[in-house]
């Protein structure tokens, strides 16, 4: 009896992986026949891109962002304005815009939706409402109302606190300077940046700069599960339960300080507070609540739990996006700084005409007045330039049935989603760092932004690391303040020069190249000395 129940269970199990595997060669044929004959890499057919993705990954080291894949993509096989690439089953296939006008097409026209793999990567770090992945109803609601706290009148309240920080930065970076120690020139801007996104959000001092706070410290042991976890790199990280427990801790830990924030503040009000201008985003948070609930004694007293997680979502999210983007950005300004000599002493001119010797004089001075960070020409290009060469961040979007990109060449028509679940992906570090749009790519030459650029001014939506449309990044022109002010307050003070340890890696001589951690992040921090300049020169 027991035998023949073995059996049976034997021929079932077999039946049942012939059948899967049918229905898998099924789908394989299915698939590659409607990815075959689209622009790209030679396409195998029965293999697809595989063999491509087998070259390419001993092409690169192991950790680079996939910008790195798509350019690379680009200049091995000289591909035009969009191509596709298909290594699945070890990921969806990917759809590559590198045109501004077939970019804009797609995110500026069409605002195509997040794909589900940015919720999937993002919701146990920042929840499921997060507005970075969410799409429809939930992603415009939260944009209305947080879109506000990001005005330009409202963010030129908040420059006063951040200055406060900056002149702090100066400070670490001093004693960096004078001890010769080489630092992690990221880690160091990270918490700066933490710092700056805590007054914007929370209307806090995080203080992280000089001590360790405990908000930080969960989001920044976060990060690390950001890396490749959860990915199509490494599809079973997100199995590990030694993983998962750590995450689940952490987001305990943020969500319990972020909560009673909120809940102090939630209580703390009072009727006339609630028409007030809202200083942070919590106020603009709770603004919006007590509009749709109504302040009535019932309301103020406890808050709708629904509401209470939603906008924890959202300021994790505004947390997440707002420091790491930052940091990024100031640490490779320096970098690429270290590398332009012309660039320090036109930048350094510059912020000699518009403020005064000391930096203390200098913070007075944006203080008093933070709209002369508008009257930074050189400053605001440098960057652009930078963002241009190191975009931190991009969108991934899902292709469509009812939208089509045209070949700009040809006139070829051709489909945003040959199959279930393509990955739509306009690229700004493709774009950014393309000769035909911006001539002398791989240099650092802010001088292209200026009216006098000595090369061609490239076509708008050829730069877009904040991406373009209705779904742009909430946070660019805060981005933006937060690195003038850094620029203003340290570039006459200090320059970076960058030490490499013995037998680093690179990507085309680049040994900052980009890695997949959460964002897009310099490879090894941008390590190196600071050193005191002159305030002359
Ligand atoms: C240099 C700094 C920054 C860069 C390069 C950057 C870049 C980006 C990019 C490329 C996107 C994707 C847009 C899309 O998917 O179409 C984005 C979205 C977003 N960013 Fe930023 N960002 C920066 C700073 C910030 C800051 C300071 C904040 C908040 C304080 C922020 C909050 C967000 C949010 C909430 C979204 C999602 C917007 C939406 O889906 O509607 N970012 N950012």
């Avoid at 950014?432 to 650092?444: I, N």
């Avoid at 805060?478 to 030490?499: H, I, P, Q, S």
């Amino acid at each position: 009896m027991a035998l023949i129940s073995w059996d049976s269970a034997f021929r079932a199990a077999f039946a049942t992986v012939v059948a899967y595997l049918i229905h898998f060669i099924i789908k394989l044929f299915r698939h590659r026949r409607q990815m075959m004959g689209l622009p790209g890499p030679p396409y195998h057919p029965i293999l697809g891109h595989l063999p491509v993705a087998i070259e390419m990954a001993r092409s690169l080291p192991p950790d680079v962002h996939p910008h790195h894949y798509w350019a690379w993509l680009k200049k091995r096989y000289n591909l035009g304005p969009f191509y596709y690439f298909d290594a699945w089953p070890m990921g969806p296939p990917t759809l590559i815009i590198c045109e501004p006008e077939v970019a804009d097409h797609v995110t500026v026209k069409h605002n195509l939706d997040k794909h589900p793999m940015v919720k999937q990567y993002l919701k146990q770090h920042l929840g499921t409402d997060n507005m970075a992945a969410a799409n429809g109803i939930v992603w415009k609601r939260a944009r209305t109302v947080y879109n506000p706290g990001f005005a330009t009148s409202h963010l030129m309240t908040v420059i006063a606190s951040i200055v406060d920080d900056v002149v702090t930065l100066s400070e670490v970076l001093g004693e960096a300077a004078d001890s010769s120690e080489v630092i992690q020139l990221e880690t160091v801007a990270m918490k700066l940046s933490f710092d700056v996104i805590g007054r914007l959000v929370l209307g806090v001092s995080l203080g992280s700069q000089r001590k360790s706070n405990v908000l930080v410290d969960a989001f920044r042991r976060q990060l690390h599960f950001l890396s490749s976890s959860n990915t199509w790199a490494s599809p079973l990280a997100g199995v590990n339960p030694l993983q998962q427990f750590s995450i689940w801790r952490n987001a305990r830990v943020i969500d319990g300080y972020l909560g009673r924030e909120l809940d102090e503040r939630f209580a703390k009000q009072d009727e006339s507070e609630t028409t007030a201008r809202p200083r942070t985003i919590i106020d603009v948070a709770l603004r919006t609540y007590n509009e749709d609930r109504g302040t009535t004694a019932a309301n103020m007293r406890t808050m709708d739990a629904a509401f209470r997680r939603s906008a924890i979502d959202q300021i994790k999210t505004f947390v997440f996006a707002g420091h790491d983007t930052i940091s990024t950005t100031i640490s490779m300004l320096f970098y690429y700084l270290s590398t332009a000599p012309h660039a320090v002493s036109t930048l350094r001119a510059e912020l000699s005409t518009t403020f005064p010797p000391t930096t203390a004089e200098t913070a007075a001075r944006i203080r008093a007045d933070p709209y002369i960070l508008n009257s930074l020409p050189y400053a605001t290009a440098c960057i652009k330039e930078t963002l241009r060469l190191f975009p931190p961040a991009n969108t991934v979007r899902i292709g469509s049935p009812s939208v089509h990109i045209t070949d700009p060449g040809t006139g070829a028509t051709y489909p945003t989603l040959p199959r279930p679940g393509t990955v739509v992906w306009p690229d700004a570090y493709v774009l950014g760092r393309d000769d035909a749009y911006f001539p002398r790519a791989t240099e650092f030459l802010p001088e292209r932004w200026l009216p006098e650029s000595p090369v061609a001014q490239a076509p708008v939506g050829a730069w877009r690391p904040f991406e373009r449309g209705p779904r742009n990044c909430i946070g660019s022109e805060f981005g933006v303040m937060e690195v003038k002010v850094v620029v203003a307050l340290c570039a006459r003070e200090f320059e970076f020069e960058a030490v490499w340890p013995e037998g680093v890696a690179d990507v085309d001589g680049e040994r900052c190249y980009q890695m997949l951690f959460g964002s897009a992040k310099p490879k090894g921090g941008v390590p190196g000395r600071m050193k005191r300049m002159g305030r002359n020169g």
